[in-house]
């Protein structure tokens, strides 16, 4: 199993910014993923998610930072960053991450992730 936790309004933005001094901004970093490996071997999750709205309709979001497929070993957690719409944010109800092998790894999106 892969625990997802999900952090909108982070304050990633500001952490990115003093690690990076003044060579390098990332702005509208405000949505915050981590994917915990509960599972007894690797797992390789590729850098992005469907959000499903209220509505059904899918939208793939392949803007997450770090890009590319990611090994998370087991016990270990891995942080995923993009800039989300905080219109879009509201009105979803789930996102869903994948694996190399098909499995899939959905979450509800709380009230107080919103």
């Given at each position: 199993m892969v625990h997802i936790r999900v952090i909108m309004n982070s304050a990633v933005e500001d952490v990115f910014n003093f690690?990076?001094?003044c060579c390098l901004r990332l702005f509208d970093q405000n949505l915050e993923i981590h994917?915990?490996?509960?599972r007894s071997h690797p797992v390789i999750i590729p850098?992005?998610?469907?959000?499903?709205?209220?509505?059904?309709?899918?939208?793939?979001?392949?803007?997450?930072?770090?890009?590319?497929?990611h090994e998370i070993a087991?016990?270990?957690?891995?942080?995923?960053y993009c800039q989300m719409d905080?219109?879009?944010w509201n009105r979803s109800?789930?996102?869903t991450f994948y694996?190399?092998?098909g499995n899939v790894y959905?979450?509800?999106?709380?009230?107080?992730t919103r």
């Amino acid at each position: 199993m892969v625990h997802i936790r999900v952090i909108m309004n982070s304050a990633v933005e500001d952490v990115f910014n003093f690690k990076t001094g003044c060579c390098l901004r990332l702005f509208d970093q405000n949505l915050e993923i981590h994917l915990e490996n509960r599972r007894s071997h690797p797992v390789i999750i590729p850098s992005y998610f469907d959000l499903e709205g209220e509505d059904g309709d899918v939208r793939r979001i392949a803007t997450l930072m770090p890009a590319g497929n990611h090994e998370i070993a087991p016990g270990d957690i891995k942080a995923f960053y993009c800039q989300m719409d905080e219109q879009l944010w509201n009105r979803s109800k789930s996102l869903t991450f994948y694996d190399d092998k098909g499995n899939v790894y959905p979450v509800r999106i709380e009230q107080s992730t919103r």
